[in-house]
């Protein structure tokens, strides 16, 4: 089983709808949870932080529900400018350090 | 400000060579992490340095290694290259370890013939 599942999409819809992500976790012994949003070959870059109190920015609300172990991610009113790969990440740490562990990513494509 | 920097750009190698890479994290930032991305997956953990030492080391075999140098900038190096080592080496850097905020650098593309 991977640490990290997503769905793997890709989700195509139209401008101005509302489209959820998922995701699942393995490791109960994870501390804090991600979105990070990664356009065509470019590096991956931060989108929000995800709460157990569920947290919002602009259109995008993320949520973790750690007993089921389940990190969602809500786009209301999409645009064509979301359109890219959203990867769900879970950072651990272990022996001094730190590292985050990715899921596969879930391909969005915003349409006219 | 300048973000992460990472060099080369691009790199092609043959099979059995031995690659360096390079990362300059943001100034003030004393962690560096490396990751490596094949097409189709996300991201996958090497390793993590802060303060010149190794702090984590993710399920890669001892060709790769890499180090942190006093100003915190980071060297990558893959010995005896493989096929299978094609991928986009992506470096992160934070405040400190422990954080999940990361921010990556544009990654090199290497290529192995």
């Known amino acids: 089983r991977k640490e990290v599942e997503q769905d793997p999409g890709p989700f195509n819809v139209p401008e101005g709808a509302t489209v959820a992500f998922n995701c699942t976790y393995s490791?109960?012994?994870?501390?804090?949870f991600f979105w990070y949003r990664q356009d065509c070959r470019k590096e991956p870059k931060l989108l929000m932080s995800?709460?157990?109190s569920g947290n919002e920015d602009g259109r995008f609300t993320a949520q973790l529900n750690r007993a089921s172990q389940y990190i969602s991610l809500l786009i209301r009113d999409s645009k064509l400018s979301d359109s890219a790969t959203y990867l769900c990440?879970?950072?651990?740490?272990?022996?001094?350090?730190?590292?985050?562990?990715f899921g596969t990513g879930t391909q969005l494509k915003v349409e006219l | 400000d300048a973000g992460v920097t990472q060099s080369p750009t691009h790199l092609i190698k043959t099979r059995g060579q031995h690659v360096t890479l390079r990362c300059s994290p943001i100034s003030g930032h004393k962690s560096v992490s490396w990751y490596q991305q094949v097409l189709g997956q996300g991201p996958q953990f090497i390793f993590q340095y802060y303060e010149k030492e190794e702090r984590g080391r993710g399920n890669f075999p001892d060709r790769f290694s890499a180090r942190q140098f006093p100003n915190y900038s980071s060297e990558l190096n893959v010995n005896a290259l493989l096929l299978g080592d094609s991928a986009l080496y992506l470096c992160a850097s934070s405040l400190e370890t422990g954080r999940g905020e990361q921010f990556f650098g544009p990654g090199t593309r290497l290529t192995v013939l």
């Open positions: 995800v709460y157990s």
């Open positions: 490791n109960s012994a994870s501390q804090s």
């Open positions: 990440v879970v950072n651990s740490f272990r022996g001094g350090g730190n590292k985050l562990t």
